[in-house]
């Protein structure tokens, strides 16, 4: 059979950010907003858009800071284009929070699970506003 | 009513480099099982058609392009479910036929990981878990897999080698599957000694992005025409959906959505015990530490104690429950929209009697469990297969 035909697409979404735009434009202020049930008081970071138990949510500010769960290391890419390079992944229990978030852990220092970290506002421009969920140690 | 699995066939899975495309796939796998299950292709009543994902095909709507290649003109669907997406298509056959409203089904998955570079692939399989919150900050499958099972090494005390003996043990069992992406057998050390790909995994421990066909003819047990072989009949099937997000689960480490899943299954099979009733499985592992995991949610070894009951040679293939004697996904292959149904295949062919030398197990077996998930076992889709 012919060689394979070599096709190259650039596709440009226009991408919504719906209900989540709340948090997401405070993760570009270097603040940690949850999705928090009036009913029970639980809160989530990064949000879910319902309470399981009871629905709708409103908005909280957390205080910022949290505690690594887990960790990685490996590499990422950054979409839409980045290339890979080294990164520390951390899931961590956000003060405050039900649940944990997931974002890269920057800057020198030992990790190890149980340390304390707290959110680290973006040092420039990104290409979805989730790429601003990062942390640093708490020195 | 039952269904029954009544014939089976598969493209190899690997990196394709014949020149061949999926349209070629579709119609040779489906021609191929519904010889096997001595079914004329008129008396197909229905289509259902598994595709993971558009990006990789661009073929939308790929239901109507298989009925197109196949030369049918009865209902088709297709039916997406992430890394479960074959192992959906099959339930989703299978309800048609208990629905009444068929008697023959064919289910046909595929998927072809190769038209683009592994980056790109994986890339894309990060939007699979939730693309704004985790796939759009540079999140991939092997990073959450990484996360959780570092949590069951911190919980129960498993180690990078227990994690090395599922890679090898599943590549093992690949050598001697003419259909498996990787025929060559490894060790633990050599799996010890691969580039790390996100701690604790290393590449060895990570399963190929394959490309893959396979098909399968579903008949109603009371229409299902004489082969002269064993019938086997689906007995249970059971689905759930854990969190999405990885940090939104009261426990990482553990798989709780594929429990509810394999709950539901054994409870339509009428299984109390799974690890007695169970004889044989075919088990998702897209990583070796989610092998383990898995067997742990699954009711086939205690929380915690998988890693223990591998080193005894339990799941070898000359072990009380051989799993993945395929190869699984580190050894056959991962190839989305046909893995469960590679799954499926395997089992039936197992409980027939009839699988490749070197692996068809001695003894009869009674029943056999095939396990598939999507995202991190995010949506788990469990079937159990009992021979007459």
Redesign the interface.
Known sequence: MSDPVALAFTWRYRRPLGALAPFFGALGEGRALAARCAVCGRAWFPPRAVCPDHGALEWVELPGTGTVVALTEGTRALPPAGEASPVRLALVHMDGAENAALGPLIGEGAAVVGVRVQLVPPDGPVAHPIQALRFGLVR | MSVAIAGSAMRPFGRSR???SPRDWIGAVSAAALADAAVDRGDVDALVVGVESDHLS?QLSPAALAADAIGLDCPAVRVEMGGATGAAALHAGAMRILAGAARIVLVVGVEHAS?LAP?EVR?LY?LSF?A?????????P???Y???I??HM?AHGTTARDLAAVAVKNRSNAALNPNAHRREAITVDAVLASP?????YRTLDCSPLSDGAVALVLARADAAPRTGRRTVRIAGMGSATDAL????RPA?HRFDGKRRAAAAAYRMAGIEAPSHAIDVAEVYDAFSGAELQSIEALGLAPDGAAARALADGAFAPDGRLPVNLSGGLIGQGGAPGATGLAQAATLARILEGRYWPGLQPARSLQRALADAHSGIATVSVVTVLEGA
Do not use: F, K, N, W
Not at chain 2, 132 to 140: P, V
Not at chain 2, 196 to 200: A, G, H, K, Q
Not at chain 2, 245 to 248: E, H, K, M, S
């Open positions: 014949d020149g061949s661009l038209q980056a890339r990060g939730d704004d919150i985790e796939g759009m900050a540079g999140i991939e092997v990073h959450l990484a996360l959780s570092g949590a911190a790390v790909v996100s701690t604790p997000r990885l940090g939104d990482i």
